[in-house]
């Protein structure tokens, strides 16, 4: 009996880059991009489906959910889970490298516009760097993925129309900048009024909506924002908002 080829670090990462960019309801080997992956690799859109399924054997969001990947996680497969879960900007770029490496890709077709990511989120645009450039297309991916492409407060299905919204402020905290668990996707409109303070999400994951805007800002206020006051947001399939980074956010940006 052949034995079977182990998964090389190179391998593992790019593995580690499609499930952050794959839906969970997608790790199977019918997906196209699944197959595309495991033709560029040298293995079978099955192997490739099963690695996806321990890495998400690995992820707490999914198995809390009485959901399960498969149950043959290897060593090698923890490590990078740990490696991706410990250093988002270094794991980002060490995927997209492997993935260059290897040759393999999936569907770049709801990226968002290339101005957008070479935004520095301070108001003035800049040349970013590889890593950052690399790493903000990651976390949107992941985040847009992990909530189905839809906006978690309103359910709007427009990638086009989606943001990946940081909880804490990309400019307050460098280290969890690229952190999945850092994000919601919500629509441009309530990206916006989130970034401002004027929206927050309570920890029972409720929307709160600010006092400052009262009902004389107009019936489209009332309709496409404040009517959602006490109404839960959809949840992820993955990286599920941190009640940590939730709590900074009501403390420090919400207008009360």
């Not at 880059?17 to 790790?27: A, E, I």
């Not at 520095?120 to 790493?135: F, I, S």
């Not at 006490?230 to 949840?235: A, V």
Request: proline share 6%; net charge neutral.
């Amino acid at each position: 009996m052949p034995t079977r080829r182990a998964w090389s670090r190179t391998e593992l990462l790019a593995a580690g880059w499609l499930y952050c960019r794959l839906p969970f309801g997608r790790f199977h080997h019918r997906n196209p991009d699944v197959i595309r992956f495991a033709e560029t690799i040298g293995r079978t859109p099955s192997a490739v489906a099963m690695k996806l399924s321990n890495l998400a054997s690995l992820d707490p969001v999914i198995t809390g959910s009485g959901r399960s990947g498969l149950q043959g996680a290897s060593a090698a497969d923890r490590s990078i889970w740990q490696e991706m879960h410990a250093d988002w900007p270094a794991f980002a770029l060490a995927a997209k490298e492997a993935v260059e490496a290897l040759g393999c890709e999936v569907d770049d077709s709801q990226d968002e516009p290339e101005a957008a990511l070479a935004t520095d989120y301070t108001g003035h645009e800049h040349l970013v760097t590889r890593a950052q450039r690399v790493g903000q297309r990651l976390f949107r991916d992941a985040v847009l993925t992990a909530y189905n492409a839809r906006c978690c407060i309103t359910g709007l299905a427009v990638p086009r129309l989606l943001v990946a919204s940081h909880i804490v402020p990309w400019r307050k905290d460098p280290s969890q900048r690229l952190n999945p668990a850092n994000g919601l996707c919500l629509s441009s409109l309530h990206d916006k009024a989130f970034d401002i303070g004027l929206i927050t999400i309570r920890a029972d994951w409720t929307i709160a909506i600010s006092p400052a805007i009262d009902e004389a800002a107009g019936d489209f206020w009332q309709k496409a924002v404040a009517a959602y006051e006490g109404r839960k947001i959809s949840l992820p399939d993955r990286f599920q908002p941190s009640p940590q980074f939730l709590a900074h956010h009501r403390a420090n940006v919400f207008i009360r």
